[in-house]
DNA sequence: AATGTAAATGTAATTATGTTGCATTTATAA
DNA sequence: TTATAAATGCAACATAATTACATTTACATT
């Protein structure tokens, strides 16, 4: 129930020394709620009597913590998703798939995914990976195949 | 020399059916003239005399054609950079490397660089696929070596 | 329970980024 | 040479993000 939940992310606050203030618990419940990336726009209409500016800082915190990862979609626009993995303070590992549906414009976090290893040019030391997929996720390829628009 | 490489992009425009004015020719001759993409910012301060409007336009047509495409770097930021794969008219293959070097910020297309074959979840239908690396490029990974700042 | 304080929020202003409409200029085909 | 479609410039607008500062609030301590 509702009261179980809330008691969750009041412990992640807790835990990453934040306070427990409506706001905070308000976007980690949404974002905790989808299987989608929130789009910075989308937050920013849902928590319309939250300022903009608040919700910046909401963001920003809460990516430096490891709480959740900011990924940007095809029109470079803002995402966030809460981190599944072993993220930490300043500490991402956020190497999975992003998958842009080119239809519905929801980013999907695939944590499942992992990167294969590859080997880099000489002189190219990479601490970090991320992969970009776009295309059609389930729900719109079933529309798409059900009726052509 | 000179008239030879400008000649060059005049035949690019031409056959995309585009005027060879002097702002297109001059935002061709410095992203030919790079091994990295070229920040939005970065081809304002440079090209400071064309209107921002017009350079906007000048790269969005560029995109369109295939002559260029737009890499979003790791802080959201947009940069192009030329196209030396089969991009067509509208139908990009932008299927390679991306590596964001952390300390000089330059983005490097490595195009040798191909995707691996994965395979996705049920339902997710892929049609491109881009993959980021963000570290240290080689210039800036030799001089870290020498002189840990 | 009261309260002091650092943390969090709100407000206003500023900067960066990207778009649209319209007037003017220019490349080029005829 | 010239007509004209394309390209550019200009002004205004829209959105995204940041900064500085005033106000409020969570919560540790008494």
Known sequence: MAQTKNFRFEELLDK???????????VLSMMYSKNTATSQPDLESVMSDIDRVTLY???????EKGIIHKVFDLNGTANYAVCHADCGEN???DEHLHFNCTNCKNVY???????????LPE?????SFTLYASGLCPK????????IN
């Open 91 to 93: 500490h991402h590992h």
């Open 57 to 63: 800082r909401i963001l920003n915190v809460f990516e």
């Open 123 to 127: 002189g190219f030391k990479a601490d």
């Open 16 to 26: 990453h020394h934040l306070k427990k203030t409506g706001a905070r618990l308000r």
């Open 140 to 147: 719109c390829s079933k529309k798409n195949a059900s009726s």
């Open 109 to 119: 976090c695939l944590d499942d995914l992992h990167m294969p290893r590859l080997n």
